[in-house]
């Protein structure tokens, strides 16, 4: 198990096919806006995987460093979807990973 603070690119791939149609939601979490969406979109028309894959690696790349997984599994539990970082086994107890991570 990698530490909270380690990157959080490598499960990019992993979850985007378990986020699916919630990426939106997701996207806003982490300040996306509208316009960013938009464009996700219209980039990667038609597969909601590869836009949800986009939209994970354009967040990525704009907070550099600071895309850990410790952000990133806070983020999946905001945005109700505590389950993909259950799933991929992001935390290795879900109230420790609950108490670590939220406020």
């Known amino acids: 198990m990698d530490e909270p603070d380690s990157s959080a690119k490598k499960y990019n791939s992993k979850i985007a096919k378990d986020i699916g149609t ?3 939601t997701l996207a806003r979490e982490f300040g996306m806006d509208q316009r960013d969406i938009n464009k996700i979109i219209a980039n990667k028309n038609g ?3 590869d ?3 986009q939209m994970l690696s354009t967040y990525a790349s704009r907070k550099g460093r600071s895309y850990t997984k ?3 599994v806070k ?3 905001k945005s109700g979807l505590r389950f993909v970082a259950e799933d991929h086994r992001m935390c290795k107890v879900v109230s420790t ?3 670590n991570i939220l406020p």
């Open 47 to 49: 597969s909601v995987d």
């Open 70 to 72: 410790k952000a990133l």
């Open 51 to 53: 836009q949800c894959a």
């Open 75 to 77: 983020a999946l539990f």
């Open 22 to 24: 919630d990426w939106k």
């Open 97 to 99: 990973c609950t108490l």
